[in-house]
Protein backbone atom coordinates (compact mmCIF):
# COMPACT_ATOMS: atom_id res chain seq x y z
CA UNK A 1 0.00 0.00 0.00
CA UNK A 2 1.10 3.57 -0.98
CA UNK A 3 2.42 5.93 2.17
CA UNK A 4 3.70 9.42 2.09
CA UNK A 5 6.75 10.66 4.02
CA UNK A 6 7.88 14.31 3.74
CA UNK A 7 11.14 15.52 4.77
CA UNK A 8 13.04 18.26 3.28
CA UNK A 9 14.21 18.50 -0.18
CA UNK A 10 17.33 19.55 -1.11
CA UNK A 11 18.13 18.74 -4.45
CA UNK A 12 16.13 18.50 -7.65
CA UNK A 13 14.98 15.53 -9.35
CA UNK A 14 13.79 12.24 -9.29
CA UNK A 15 14.33 8.47 -8.00
CA UNK A 16 12.62 5.48 -8.02
CA UNK A 17 14.62 2.19 -6.68
CA UNK A 18 15.01 -0.19 -3.72
CA UNK A 19 15.92 1.05 -0.20
CA UNK A 20 20.19 -0.06 0.71
CA UNK A 21 20.98 1.15 4.12
CA UNK A 22 24.84 2.74 4.73
CA UNK A 23 26.50 0.37 7.17
CA UNK A 24 26.56 1.69 10.77
CA UNK A 25 29.78 1.04 12.77
CA UNK A 26 30.43 -0.51 16.48
CA UNK A 27 33.46 1.36 16.86
CA UNK A 28 33.90 1.65 20.70
CA UNK A 29 37.01 -0.47 21.34
CA UNK A 30 37.22 -2.34 24.55
CA UNK A 31 38.33 0.13 27.60
CA UNK A 32 41.84 -1.71 29.02
CA UNK A 33 45.00 -0.83 30.35
CA UNK A 34 48.63 -0.77 28.82
CA UNK A 35 51.31 -1.11 30.77
CA UNK A 36 53.87 2.60 31.23
CA UNK A 37 56.35 0.80 28.52
CA UNK A 38 54.05 0.41 25.71
CA UNK A 39 52.66 4.38 26.06
CA UNK A 40 55.11 5.64 23.49
CA UNK A 41 54.42 2.78 21.28
CA UNK A 42 50.93 3.57 21.19
CA UNK A 43 51.05 7.46 20.76
CA UNK A 44 53.04 6.40 17.44
CA UNK A 45 49.62 4.20 16.75
CA UNK A 46 47.43 6.71 17.26
CA UNK A 47 49.52 9.50 15.18
CA UNK A 48 49.90 7.05 12.49
CA UNK A 49 46.85 6.56 12.11
CA UNK A 50 45.54 9.90 12.48
CA UNK A 51 47.80 11.14 9.57
CA UNK A 52 46.75 8.57 7.37
CA UNK A 53 43.14 9.07 7.85
CA UNK A 54 43.88 12.76 6.89
CA UNK A 55 45.72 11.71 3.93
CA UNK A 56 42.59 9.76 2.79
CA UNK A 57 39.99 12.51 3.52
CA UNK A 58 42.83 14.81 1.46
CA UNK A 59 42.91 12.28 -1.76
CA UNK A 60 38.98 11.63 -1.53
CA UNK A 61 38.69 15.48 -2.10
CA UNK A 62 40.83 15.51 -4.78
CA UNK A 63 39.24 12.84 -6.51
CA UNK A 64 35.98 14.52 -5.83
CA UNK A 65 37.06 18.43 -6.49
CA UNK A 66 34.42 21.37 -6.61
CA UNK A 67 32.96 21.73 -3.21
CA UNK A 68 33.61 18.35 -1.98
CA UNK A 69 37.42 19.22 -1.81
CA UNK A 70 36.73 22.23 0.64
CA UNK A 71 34.61 20.63 2.64
CA UNK A 72 36.88 17.09 2.72
CA UNK A 73 39.79 19.36 3.35
CA UNK A 74 38.79 21.02 6.27
CA UNK A 75 37.76 17.47 7.94
CA UNK A 76 41.22 16.20 7.51
CA UNK A 77 42.24 19.31 9.44
CA UNK A 78 40.08 18.13 12.32
CA UNK A 79 41.81 15.04 11.98
CA UNK A 80 44.84 16.70 12.64
CA UNK A 81 43.65 19.00 15.39
CA UNK A 82 46.77 19.93 17.75
CA UNK A 83 44.68 19.89 21.30
CA UNK A 84 42.78 17.30 20.02
CA UNK A 85 45.70 14.79 19.49
CA UNK A 86 47.31 16.42 23.08
CA UNK A 87 44.41 14.95 24.55
CA UNK A 88 44.75 11.47 23.03
CA UNK A 89 48.52 11.28 24.19
CA UNK A 90 47.69 12.65 27.41
CA UNK A 91 45.23 9.49 27.83
CA UNK A 92 47.23 7.16 26.17
CA UNK A 93 50.24 8.25 28.90
CA UNK A 94 47.86 7.04 31.99
CA UNK A 95 47.08 3.73 30.21
CA UNK A 96 44.34 3.75 27.13
CA UNK A 97 45.04 1.33 24.48
CA UNK A 98 45.74 3.96 21.04
CA UNK A 99 41.96 3.34 19.61
CA UNK A 100 40.54 4.05 23.33
CA UNK A 101 42.26 7.39 24.04
CA UNK A 102 41.00 8.54 20.40
CA UNK A 103 37.53 7.46 21.11
CA UNK A 104 37.23 9.08 24.33
CA UNK A 105 39.07 12.11 23.56
CA UNK A 106 36.81 12.60 20.37
CA UNK A 107 33.79 11.72 22.76
CA UNK A 108 35.13 14.59 24.98
CA UNK A 109 35.33 17.27 22.43
CA UNK A 110 32.13 16.38 20.67
CA UNK A 111 30.29 16.64 24.54
CA UNK A 112 31.99 19.74 24.72
CA UNK A 113 30.65 21.35 21.88
CA UNK A 114 27.34 19.62 22.12
CA UNK A 115 27.03 20.85 25.66
CA UNK A 116 28.04 24.64 24.41
CA UNK A 117 25.61 24.83 22.13
CA UNK A 118 28.65 26.23 19.94
CA UNK A 119 27.93 27.09 16.04
CA UNK A 120 30.55 24.05 15.36
CA UNK A 121 28.19 21.70 17.24
CA UNK A 122 26.99 21.42 13.78
CA UNK A 123 29.72 19.40 12.80
CA UNK A 124 29.09 16.44 14.79
CA UNK A 125 28.56 14.30 12.22
CA UNK A 126 31.90 15.12 10.59
CA UNK A 127 33.57 14.95 13.84
CA UNK A 128 32.21 11.42 14.19
CA UNK A 129 33.23 10.27 10.94
CA UNK A 130 36.64 11.26 11.59
CA UNK A 131 36.82 9.23 14.73
CA UNK A 132 35.42 6.24 13.30
CA UNK A 133 37.90 6.31 10.50
CA UNK A 134 41.07 6.62 12.85
CA UNK A 135 39.42 4.29 15.79
CA UNK A 136 38.58 1.55 12.51
CA UNK A 137 42.12 1.95 11.08
CA UNK A 138 43.35 1.26 14.77
CA UNK A 139 41.34 -1.94 15.04
CA UNK A 140 42.23 -3.18 11.80
CA UNK A 141 38.55 -3.55 10.31
CA UNK A 142 37.49 -1.87 7.48
CA UNK A 143 35.34 1.61 7.33
CA UNK A 144 31.33 0.87 7.24
CA UNK A 145 29.91 3.16 4.28
CA UNK A 146 28.24 2.81 1.08
CA UNK A 147 26.45 -0.33 0.40
CA UNK A 148 28.31 -2.45 -2.02
CA UNK A 149 25.59 -3.37 -5.15
CA UNK A 150 25.57 -4.10 -8.91
CA UNK A 151 22.29 -2.42 -8.96
CA UNK A 152 21.21 0.97 -8.41
CA UNK A 153 19.75 1.83 -5.09
CA UNK A 154 17.99 4.57 -3.04
CA UNK A 155 20.26 5.69 -0.15
CA UNK A 156 19.37 5.63 3.14
CA UNK A 157 20.93 7.00 6.17
CA UNK A 158 21.00 9.17 9.31
CA UNK A 159 23.47 11.11 7.56
CA UNK A 160 25.90 11.12 5.38
CA UNK A 161 29.53 12.51 6.13
CA UNK A 162 31.33 14.40 3.63
CA UNK A 163 33.82 11.41 2.69
CA UNK A 164 31.11 9.14 1.49
CA UNK A 165 28.99 11.89 -0.65
CA UNK A 166 31.87 13.18 -2.12
CA UNK A 167 32.52 9.67 -3.85
CA UNK A 168 28.81 8.33 -4.25
CA UNK A 169 28.51 7.15 -7.99
CA UNK A 170 25.54 8.73 -9.73
CA UNK A 171 25.00 5.70 -11.95
CA UNK A 172 24.42 3.54 -9.33
CA UNK A 173 23.39 5.73 -6.27
CA UNK A 174 19.77 6.97 -7.66
CA UNK A 175 19.31 9.03 -4.37
CA UNK A 176 19.47 9.67 -0.97
CA UNK A 177 17.55 9.99 2.08
CA UNK A 178 18.82 10.79 6.05
CA UNK A 179 16.85 11.35 8.68
CA UNK A 180 19.23 14.43 9.63
CA UNK A 181 20.72 17.34 8.45
CA UNK A 182 19.25 20.41 6.74
CA UNK A 183 19.03 22.38 3.72
CA UNK A 184 22.48 23.63 3.86
CA UNK A 185 24.01 20.63 5.80
CA UNK A 186 27.27 19.06 3.79
CA UNK A 187 24.86 16.03 2.67
CA UNK A 188 22.62 18.86 1.49
CA UNK A 189 25.26 21.00 -0.43
CA UNK A 190 27.10 18.09 -2.00
CA UNK A 191 24.21 16.29 -3.00
CA UNK A 192 23.07 19.38 -5.32
CA UNK A 193 27.06 19.20 -6.77
CA UNK A 194 26.41 15.84 -7.24
CA UNK A 195 22.85 16.30 -9.17
CA UNK A 196 21.55 13.34 -6.89
CA UNK A 197 17.92 13.94 -5.91
CA UNK A 198 17.76 14.26 -2.28
CA UNK A 199 15.54 14.50 0.92
CA UNK A 200 17.18 15.27 4.37
CA UNK A 201 15.31 16.01 7.50
CA UNK A 202 12.98 12.64 7.56
CA UNK A 203 12.12 11.21 11.00
CA UNK A 204 11.90 7.60 11.05
CA UNK A 205 13.76 7.11 7.51
CA UNK A 206 16.38 4.22 9.27
CA UNK A 207 12.99 1.85 9.68
CA UNK A 208 11.90 1.60 6.04
CA UNK A 209 12.79 -1.63 5.05
CA UNK A 210 15.90 -2.72 3.05
CA UNK A 211 14.97 -3.78 -0.45
CA UNK A 212 11.56 -1.59 -0.12
CA UNK A 213 10.93 0.39 -3.18
CA UNK A 214 10.50 3.66 -2.38
CA UNK A 215 10.34 7.61 -5.36
CA UNK A 216 12.03 10.35 -3.62
CA UNK A 217 11.03 13.84 -5.12
CA UNK A 218 14.04 16.18 -4.48
CA UNK A 219 11.82 19.39 -5.10
CA UNK A 220 9.57 18.62 -3.12
CA UNK A 221 10.79 16.74 -0.30
CA UNK A 222 7.85 13.64 -0.66
CA UNK A 223 8.58 9.80 -0.14
CA UNK A 224 6.83 7.53 -1.33
CA UNK A 225 6.92 3.85 0.05
CA UNK A 226 5.30 1.21 -2.78
CA UNK A 227 4.08 3.50 -4.88
CA UNK A 228 1.60 2.73 -7.19
CA UNK A 229 2.20 2.38 -11.17
CA UNK A 230 0.10 5.69 -11.51
CA UNK A 231 2.11 7.54 -9.09
CA UNK A 232 5.44 6.09 -10.58
CA UNK A 233 4.25 6.88 -14.24
CA UNK A 234 3.13 10.65 -12.59
CA UNK A 235 6.24 11.10 -11.70
CA UNK A 236 8.28 9.84 -14.61
CA UNK A 237 6.33 12.30 -16.75
CA UNK A 238 7.39 15.26 -14.20
CA UNK A 239 10.54 14.74 -14.28
CA UNK A 240 10.66 14.18 -18.22
CA UNK A 241 8.83 17.67 -18.50
CA UNK A 242 11.63 19.40 -16.24
CA UNK A 243 14.85 17.38 -18.49
CA UNK A 244 12.60 18.98 -21.35
CA UNK A 245 12.28 22.30 -20.03
CA UNK A 246 16.21 22.33 -19.17
CA UNK A 247 17.60 21.55 -22.62
CA UNK A 248 14.96 23.78 -24.22
CA UNK A 249 15.94 27.01 -21.77
CA UNK A 250 19.21 28.64 -22.53
CA UNK A 251 21.14 32.63 -22.78
CA UNK A 252 20.52 34.72 -20.12
CA UNK A 253 18.14 34.32 -16.81
CA UNK A 254 15.49 36.72 -17.65
CA UNK A 255 11.10 36.25 -16.91
CA UNK A 256 9.22 35.22 -19.87
CA UNK A 257 8.47 39.23 -20.51
CA UNK A 258 12.07 39.71 -20.03
CA UNK A 259 12.65 41.14 -16.81
CA UNK A 260 16.56 40.41 -16.39
CA UNK A 261 17.41 38.22 -13.37
CA UNK A 262 21.35 37.25 -13.82
CA UNK A 263 22.38 33.96 -13.15
CA UNK A 264 25.24 33.51 -11.52
CA UNK A 265 27.47 30.62 -9.63
CA UNK A 266 28.47 29.97 -6.63
CA UNK A 267 32.53 28.59 -6.48
CA UNK A 268 35.30 27.91 -4.10
CA UNK A 269 38.12 28.32 -6.30
CA UNK A 270 39.61 27.50 -9.71
CA UNK A 271 38.67 24.06 -9.95
CA UNK A 272 34.74 24.75 -10.08
CA UNK A 273 34.88 27.39 -12.94
CA UNK A 274 34.27 24.89 -15.71
CA UNK A 275 31.08 23.45 -14.46
CA UNK A 276 30.11 27.13 -13.96
CA UNK A 277 30.82 28.08 -17.28
CA UNK A 278 29.07 24.86 -18.74
CA UNK A 279 26.17 25.76 -16.80
CA UNK A 280 25.96 29.00 -18.87
CA UNK A 281 26.76 30.77 -15.88
CA UNK A 282 26.93 34.69 -16.59
CA UNK A 283 29.50 35.54 -13.77
CA UNK A 284 30.15 34.57 -10.38
CA UNK A 285 28.09 35.70 -7.71
CA UNK A 286 29.73 33.77 -4.92
CA UNK A 287 33.38 33.41 -5.17
CA UNK A 288 34.85 31.92 -1.52
CA UNK A 289 38.11 32.55 -0.97
CA UNK A 290 38.62 30.36 2.17
CA UNK A 291 40.52 27.44 -0.21
CA UNK A 292 43.43 29.25 0.04
CA UNK A 293 43.67 29.98 3.20
CA UNK A 294 42.40 26.65 4.63
CA UNK A 295 45.49 24.89 2.89
CA UNK A 296 47.37 26.27 5.89
CA UNK A 297 45.86 27.29 9.35
CA UNK A 298 49.02 28.40 10.73
CA UNK A 299 50.10 31.24 7.81
CA UNK A 300 47.72 33.38 5.33
CA UNK A 301 49.02 32.58 2.23
CA UNK A 302 51.20 34.46 0.10
CA UNK A 303 49.84 37.89 -2.38
CA UNK A 304 51.47 35.94 -4.98
CA UNK A 305 50.04 32.77 -4.43
CA UNK A 306 46.52 34.69 -4.59
CA UNK A 307 47.12 36.66 -7.38
CA UNK A 308 47.47 33.13 -9.40
CA UNK A 309 44.33 32.07 -8.13
CA UNK A 310 41.93 34.93 -8.21
CA UNK A 311 43.13 35.62 -11.66
CA UNK A 312 42.49 32.13 -13.19
CA UNK A 313 38.91 32.31 -12.12
CA UNK A 314 38.64 35.67 -13.46
CA UNK A 315 40.24 35.32 -16.83
CA UNK A 316 37.31 32.31 -17.40
CA UNK A 317 34.58 35.39 -17.30
CA UNK A 318 35.47 37.85 -19.67
CA UNK A 319 33.37 40.83 -19.35
CA UNK A 320 31.05 38.96 -17.19
CA UNK A 321 30.66 40.05 -13.12
CA UNK A 322 32.74 38.13 -11.34
CA UNK A 323 31.97 38.68 -7.20
CA UNK A 324 34.40 37.95 -4.54
CA UNK A 325 34.03 37.24 -0.60
CA UNK A 326 36.99 38.34 1.36
CA UNK A 327 38.16 35.69 3.65
CA UNK A 328 35.14 34.40 6.32
CA UNK A 329 36.81 32.88 8.54
CA UNK A 330 35.97 31.97 12.02
CA UNK A 331 32.69 30.06 13.50
CA UNK A 332 33.66 26.68 11.91
CA UNK A 333 36.32 27.53 9.46
CA UNK A 334 38.99 28.69 12.62
CA UNK A 335 42.31 30.01 11.33
CA UNK A 336 45.30 30.10 13.98
CA UNK A 337 46.59 33.39 12.94
CA UNK A 338 43.68 34.31 12.50
CA UNK A 339 40.47 33.85 14.60
CA UNK A 340 40.71 33.35 18.52
CA UNK A 341 41.70 30.10 19.93
CA UNK A 342 38.62 30.08 22.70
CA UNK A 343 35.56 31.79 22.16
CA UNK A 344 31.85 31.19 24.27
CA UNK A 345 30.46 31.12 20.76
CA UNK A 346 32.72 31.65 17.84
CA UNK A 347 29.18 31.82 15.62
CA UNK A 348 28.82 35.22 18.11
CA UNK A 349 32.04 36.26 17.99
CA UNK A 350 35.49 37.71 16.39
CA UNK A 351 34.31 36.18 12.74
CA UNK A 352 34.07 37.53 9.06
CA UNK A 353 35.05 40.90 8.85
CA UNK A 354 35.70 41.23 11.98
CA UNK A 355 38.37 39.30 12.18
CA UNK A 356 40.01 41.00 9.15
CA UNK A 357 39.86 44.36 10.79
CA UNK A 358 41.34 43.26 13.54
CA UNK A 359 44.39 41.65 11.38
CA UNK A 360 44.27 44.82 8.91
CA UNK A 361 47.38 43.23 7.10
CA UNK A 362 45.70 40.08 5.77
CA UNK A 363 42.76 41.83 4.31
CA UNK A 364 45.48 44.25 2.80
CA UNK A 365 47.12 41.51 1.12
CA UNK A 366 44.02 39.82 -0.29
CA UNK A 367 42.69 43.37 -1.50
CA UNK A 368 46.18 44.05 -3.33
CA UNK A 369 46.08 40.65 -4.75
CA UNK A 370 42.73 40.83 -5.96
CA UNK A 371 43.81 44.17 -7.50
CA UNK A 372 46.78 42.76 -9.19
CA UNK A 373 45.11 39.87 -10.80
CA UNK A 374 42.15 42.10 -12.02
CA UNK A 375 44.82 44.54 -14.10
CA UNK A 376 44.08 44.44 -17.71
CA UNK A 377 41.00 42.27 -17.45
CA UNK A 378 37.59 43.42 -18.94
CA UNK A 379 36.20 41.45 -16.07
CA UNK A 380 33.60 43.21 -13.83
CA UNK A 381 35.39 42.71 -10.52
CA UNK A 382 32.98 43.50 -7.07
CA UNK A 383 34.49 43.08 -3.83
CA UNK A 384 32.44 42.50 -0.58
CA UNK A 385 32.72 41.85 2.94
CA UNK A 386 31.28 38.85 4.89
CA UNK A 387 29.27 40.18 8.53
CA UNK A 388 28.62 43.23 8.18
CA UNK A 389 26.34 44.44 11.04
CA UNK A 390 26.18 48.13 10.21
CA UNK A 391 27.76 51.16 8.26
CA UNK A 392 30.33 51.39 10.34
CA UNK A 393 31.60 48.38 9.37
CA UNK A 394 31.02 49.05 6.07
CA UNK A 395 32.94 52.07 5.61
CA UNK A 396 35.60 50.11 7.53
CA UNK A 397 35.79 47.67 4.88
CA UNK A 398 35.34 50.69 2.15
CA UNK A 399 38.06 52.64 3.00
CA UNK A 400 40.21 49.40 3.06
CA UNK A 401 39.07 48.67 -0.35
CA UNK A 402 39.93 52.30 -1.55
CA UNK A 403 43.84 52.60 0.67
CA UNK A 404 44.20 48.82 -1.31
CA UNK A 405 44.14 50.86 -4.51
CA UNK A 406 41.21 48.32 -5.59
CA UNK A 407 39.09 48.87 -8.70
CA UNK A 408 36.04 47.46 -8.09
CA UNK A 409 32.60 47.55 -6.58
CA UNK A 410 32.52 47.09 -2.76
CA UNK A 411 29.98 45.33 -1.42
CA UNK A 412 28.30 43.65 1.92
CA UNK A 413 27.32 40.93 2.63
CA UNK A 414 23.38 40.67 4.28
CA UNK A 415 23.98 37.99 6.67
CA UNK A 416 22.74 39.61 9.99
CA UNK A 417 19.22 40.73 10.86
CA UNK A 418 20.89 44.44 11.74
CA UNK A 419 22.09 44.54 8.22
CA UNK A 420 18.92 43.68 6.58
CA UNK A 421 17.37 46.46 9.00
CA UNK A 422 19.28 48.97 8.09
CA UNK A 423 20.30 48.40 4.74
CA UNK A 424 20.11 51.46 3.52
CA UNK A 425 22.40 53.57 6.16
CA UNK A 426 24.34 50.63 5.14
CA UNK A 427 24.37 51.16 1.00
CA UNK A 428 25.76 55.01 2.19
CA UNK A 429 28.99 53.36 1.90
CA UNK A 430 28.91 50.60 -0.33
CA UNK A 431 27.47 49.81 -4.09
CA UNK A 432 25.61 46.42 -3.58
CA UNK A 433 24.23 44.03 -1.26
CA UNK A 434 24.27 40.69 -1.42
CA UNK A 435 22.24 38.17 0.51
CA UNK A 436 23.90 35.31 2.32
CA UNK A 437 20.26 33.49 3.33
CA UNK A 438 22.04 30.56 5.19
CA UNK A 439 23.65 32.70 7.70
CA UNK A 440 20.44 35.06 7.75
CA UNK A 441 18.41 32.63 8.78
CA UNK A 442 20.53 31.10 11.30
CA UNK A 443 21.00 34.55 12.71
CA UNK A 444 17.11 35.25 12.74
CA UNK A 445 15.73 32.46 14.24
CA UNK A 446 18.66 31.24 16.14
CA UNK A 447 18.76 28.09 14.78
CA UNK A 448 22.45 26.49 13.87
CA UNK A 449 21.98 25.43 9.57
CA UNK A 450 23.69 21.90 10.49
CA UNK A 451 21.46 20.92 13.07
CA UNK A 452 18.47 19.04 11.65
CA UNK A 453 16.16 19.15 15.12
CA UNK A 454 15.80 22.88 13.66
CA UNK A 455 15.70 22.29 10.04
CA UNK A 456 11.93 23.73 10.28
CA UNK A 457 13.78 27.15 10.85
CA UNK A 458 16.14 26.88 8.15
CA UNK A 459 13.60 26.64 5.86
CA UNK A 460 14.25 29.77 3.44
CA UNK A 461 10.89 29.70 2.88
CA UNK A 462 9.85 30.58 6.39
CA UNK A 463 8.09 34.45 5.77
CA UNK A 464 10.14 35.96 8.60
CA UNK A 465 13.06 35.65 6.73
CA UNK A 466 11.07 36.40 3.28
CA UNK A 467 10.66 40.05 5.18
CA UNK A 468 14.19 40.83 5.23
CA UNK A 469 15.24 39.50 2.03
CA UNK A 470 12.54 42.17 0.35
CA UNK A 471 13.69 45.16 3.06
CA UNK A 472 16.80 44.65 1.74
CA UNK A 473 15.92 44.55 -1.54
CA UNK A 474 13.63 47.85 -1.17
CA UNK A 475 16.46 49.99 0.23
CA UNK A 476 19.12 48.98 -2.76
CA UNK A 477 15.79 50.14 -5.15
CA UNK A 478 15.45 52.90 -3.34
CA UNK A 479 19.49 54.08 -3.21
CA UNK A 480 19.85 53.14 -6.89
CA UNK A 481 22.17 49.78 -6.24
CA UNK A 482 21.46 46.24 -6.40
CA UNK A 483 20.77 43.69 -3.74
CA UNK A 484 21.41 39.83 -5.04
CA UNK A 485 20.91 36.31 -3.37
CA UNK A 486 24.32 34.04 -3.19
CA UNK A 487 22.48 32.03 -0.13
CA UNK A 488 21.27 28.45 -1.48
CA UNK A 489 18.00 29.58 -1.39
CA UNK A 490 18.52 31.08 -4.88
CA UNK A 491 19.07 27.23 -6.06
CA UNK A 492 15.29 26.59 -5.23
CA UNK A 493 13.22 27.50 -8.65
CA UNK A 494 10.32 28.50 -7.36
CA UNK A 495 11.83 30.78 -4.36
CA UNK A 496 13.88 31.87 -7.20
CA UNK A 497 10.64 33.42 -8.92
CA UNK A 498 9.78 35.00 -5.50
CA UNK A 499 13.16 36.47 -4.54
CA UNK A 500 12.71 38.20 -8.01
CA UNK A 501 9.03 39.22 -7.13
CA UNK A 502 10.81 40.56 -4.05
CA UNK A 503 12.85 42.67 -5.64
CA UNK A 504 16.34 41.11 -5.84
CA UNK A 505 18.24 41.83 -8.85
CA UNK A 506 20.42 38.76 -9.59
CA UNK A 507 20.96 34.98 -8.15
CA UNK A 508 23.53 33.28 -7.42
CA UNK A 509 23.70 29.27 -6.54
CA UNK A 510 25.58 25.87 -7.49
CA UNK A 511 26.43 25.31 -11.36
CA UNK A 512 23.83 22.36 -10.85
CA UNK A 513 20.77 24.67 -9.95
CA UNK A 514 21.49 27.04 -12.53
CA UNK A 515 19.20 25.61 -15.67
CA UNK A 516 16.44 24.78 -13.47
CA UNK A 517 16.47 27.94 -12.24
CA UNK A 518 16.81 29.56 -15.76
CA UNK A 519 13.91 27.17 -17.13
CA UNK A 520 11.42 28.01 -14.20
CA UNK A 521 12.08 31.91 -14.23
CA UNK A 522 11.26 31.71 -18.10
CA UNK A 523 7.55 30.55 -17.67
CA UNK A 524 6.57 33.41 -15.63
CA UNK A 525 5.95 37.18 -16.13
CA UNK A 526 7.53 39.69 -13.27
CA UNK A 527 4.11 40.60 -12.30
CA UNK A 528 3.53 36.64 -11.13
CA UNK A 529 6.75 36.41 -9.84
CA UNK A 530 5.39 39.87 -7.73
CA UNK A 531 2.23 38.56 -6.90
CA UNK A 532 3.60 34.81 -5.51
CA UNK A 533 6.05 37.17 -3.33
CA UNK A 534 3.42 38.61 -1.77
CA UNK A 535 1.27 35.98 -1.18
CA UNK A 536 4.11 33.71 0.65
CA UNK A 537 4.99 37.16 2.21
CA UNK A 538 0.75 37.14 4.00
CA UNK A 539 1.43 33.64 5.26
CA UNK A 540 2.68 32.29 8.80
CA UNK A 541 4.62 29.27 7.66
CA UNK A 542 7.72 27.78 5.58
CA UNK A 543 4.93 25.51 3.92
CA UNK A 544 2.12 28.14 4.09
CA UNK A 545 4.41 30.36 1.77
CA UNK A 546 6.06 27.58 -0.11
CA UNK A 547 1.98 26.30 -1.09
CA UNK A 548 0.85 30.29 -1.66
CA UNK A 549 3.31 30.87 -4.12
CA UNK A 550 2.91 27.57 -5.82
CA UNK A 551 -0.28 28.43 -6.29
CA UNK A 552 -0.14 32.01 -7.74
CA UNK A 553 2.51 30.23 -10.28
CA UNK A 554 0.71 27.51 -11.45
CA UNK A 555 -2.57 29.63 -11.75
CA UNK A 556 -4.66 28.15 -9.43
Known amino acids: METTLRGVGVSHGVAIGEVRHMGTAVLEPPAKQIPAEEAEREQGRARQAVEAVAADLIARGNLAGGEAQHVLEAQAMMAQDPELMADVDRRIAVGSTAERGVYDAFAAYRALLANAGEYLAGRVADLDDVRNRIVARLLGVPMPGVPDSDEPYVLIARDLAPADTALLDPTLVLGFVTEEGGPTSHSAILARALGVPAVVALPGAGELAEGTVVAVDGSTGEIFVEPTAEKRAELEAAAAERR ?288 AAAAARATDTADEARAAAQAVLSGE
Open 244 to 531: AALSASTGPGATSDGHKVPLLANIGGPADVPAAVEAGAEGVGLFRTEFLFLDDSKQAPSEEKQVEAYRTVLEAFPEGRVVVRVLDAGADKPLDFLTPAEEPNPALGVRGLRSLLEHPDVLRTQLTALAKAAKGLPVYLEVMAPMVADRTDAKAFADACRAAGLQAKFGAMVEIPSAALRARSILQEVEFLSLGTNDLAQYTFAADRQVGAVSRLQDPWQPALLDLVAASADAAKAEGKSCGVCGEAAADPLLACVMTGLGVTSLSMGAKAIPYVRATLAKHTLAQCER
